[in-house]
């Protein structure tokens, strides 16, 4: 993850932490709303209700303020999907409920074309910024070890790290395909084929089993 200098003691206060937190969250929504070029220090300020000034104070660059939003965002959708994942009882592990959570984990909770695009933009857009791959890489491992635990408590037993790759080759294949084709619905096409993969995979529980096996 990338590291910069600690924040100044008037920053650390309660006070200024709050500001901070509230600069942050307001660039991970401008950055899940816009793409990389939404977050800069005006837009960030205005919506975060703060001076303009205060972007500059709590961050050294905005470079520094993108990695923070970047990991803001990351680790509230990490956060969401192991809540979802504590909530789903053994009943309700069927294919389909374990389609939906493991989409909303690598496309987004939001199904709109726009948002699928501006999160597969986002991806694409940290290779041109080499400060945000050690936290990029940080959070694809966290998100690979719950996808591994949703699929082992969902009935499919130990989960092959090859085997989950392909899993994700595949949504992301289908997704890119989908928008090269203009699709309107990529994530409903992600859906199908991720569905048709687990059913033919087989879970080792018949708790995940959908209506279409037997």
Do not use: Q
């Not at 200098?5 to 206060?13: G, R």
């Not at 990695?67 to 509230?76: F, I, L, N, Y």
């Not at 080499?130 to 491992?141: D, G, N, Q, S, V």
């Not at 969902?154 to 992301?172: K, Q």
């Amino acid at each position: 993850m990338a590291h910069y200098p600690a924040m100044t003691s008037a920053a650390s206060t309660p006070k200024g932490e709050r500001r901070r937190a509230a600069l942050v969250a307001a660039a991970a929504e401008l950055l899940a709303e816009g793409g990389f070029d939404a977050v800069r220090h005006r837009a960030v300020a205005e919506r975060a209700g703060l001076p303009l000034a205060s972007t500059t104070y709590y961050f050294d660059s905005l470079d520094e303020l993108l990695c923070a939003a970047m990991e803001h965002r990351g680790r509230v959708e990490l956060a969401a999907g192991r809540a979802r994942l504590d909530e789903l009882t053994t009943e309700d592990r069927n294919v389909d409920a374990v389609v939906e959570l493991v989409l909303d984990l690598l496309l987004g909770p939001d199904p709109r074309l726009e948002a699928v695009v501006l999160r597969y933009e986002r991806f694409v857009g940290t290779a041109r910024r080499p400060y945000l791959r050690p936290l990029m890489r940080t959070l694809a491992a966290e998100l690979r070890e719950l996808l591994s635990e949703i699929f082992e408590r969902s009935g499919f037993g130990d989960v092959d790290a090859e085997w989950l790759e392909r899993l994700i080759t595949l949504v992301d294949g289908a997704v890119v395909n989908a928008l090269i084709e203009v699709n309107p619905d990529p994530r409903a096409v992600a859906a199908r084929v991720l569905r048709e993969a687990l059913l033919e995979a087989g879970p080792s529980d018949s708790a995940v089993s959908g209506p279409e096996r037997g």
